[in-house]
């Protein structure tokens, strides 16, 4: 598979979770607002684990029957950039200020999406234990994540 449609894969698959994200705002009573990463909530919690819980899904679906594990890898870096780009694109309609700051949360954003999804391709590339890499991916990509946000969230 080309890169160019791992990273469309990843925008698709950003898109498939903001929707999921979106329907669970509406249950849980809580917007999606742009103060939304200022504070800790139960939605900000679902929504990391939708989010990683798509992207291991969509990397699982589109690359697991590649025969490299380059390839596995490669393109699940790809598929983490498209993904990171339609969360970069909501925080720059989000925040019309641009400025260093903005720029640095902007490229954190980039590596924990390119990272994650790096990882989990790189455990599936490895061909072993479906079910028990799904859960590893999910959790440690959950963890990273969430630490990230937590980063965020406390330190900034």
Excluded: C, W
Excluded at 51 to 78: H, M, Q, T
Excluded at 95 to 107: E, P, V, Y
Excluded at 133 to 142: E, F, G, K, M, S
């Amino acid at each position: 598979m080309a890169p160019i449609k791992s990273l469309f894969l990843g925008i698709l698959a950003a898109l498939f979770s903001l929707v999921a994200e979106v329907t669970f705002s509406i249950f849980l009573k809580e917007g999606i607002t742009p103060d939304f990463f200022s504070q800790l909530s139960k939605l900000l919690v679902i929504s990391v684990l939708v989010e990683e819980i798509f992207k291991y899904a969509v990397i699982y679906k589109s690359f697991y029957a590649l025969e490299k594990r380059k390839d596995i890898i490669i393109n699940s870096l790809f598929l983490g950039l498209g993904f990171s780009a339609i969360e970069i694109a909501l925080n720059i309609i989000n925040n019309q200020n641009f400025d260093s700051f903005l720029f640095l949360l902007l490229a954190g954003i980039m590596f924990v999406h390119i990272l994650t999804a790096g990882f989990s391709g790189y455990l599936l590339s490895k061909k072993s234990g479906v079910y028990f890499t799904a859960i590893r991916a999910t959790l440690v990509n959950v963890i990273v994540h969430f630490s990230y946000n937590l980063a965020i969230i406390y330190f900034v």
